[in-house]
């Protein structure tokens, strides 16, 4: 059975950085695509950044430049580095895999990150 658990969210001002990371279980995680997703109060699941089994990243507009995913196969982990934190950058934070960043068949928990103004 596939799991995904989601650590280092927290609170941080604007401007601040913070590092996600989520630990994959029961599948080989070196062939998977990999993704972030979030969600705000009131809005729907958006997809934040994408990494492919090969390393080819992808992202939504409003992090380019600011946000870096990545992973480590040895560890069976991907991550997602986040600088120059907004308010709007506020909410949950989900780890999903499946055939393509836009297709998850697997979330985590989830994991809040609040960015105070």
């Known amino acids: 059975q596939v799991r995904l658990v989601e650590s280092g969210g927290g609170l941080v001002q604007t401007g601040g950085s913070l590092r996600l990371s989520c630990t994959s279980s029961?599948?080989?995680?070196?062939?998977?695509?990999m993704a972030w997703y979030r969600q705000a109060p009131g809005s729907q699941r958006e997809l934040v950044a994408g990494?492919?089994?090969?390393?080819?990243?992808t992202y939504a507009d409003s992090v380019k430049g600011r946000f870096t995913i990545s992973r480590d196969n040895a560890k069976n982990t991907v991550y997602l580095q986040m600088n120059s934190l907004k308010p709007e950058d506020t909410a949950v934070y989900y780890c999903?895999?499946?055939?393509?960043?836009?297709?998850?068949?697997?979330w985590g928990q989830g994991t809040q990150v609040t960015v105070s103004s």
């Open positions: 999903t895999t499946g055939p393509g960043a836009h297709y998850p068949d697997y």
């Open positions: 029961g599948t080989i995680f070196s062939r998977n695509p």
């Open positions: 990494i492919s089994s090969g390393g080819t990243t």
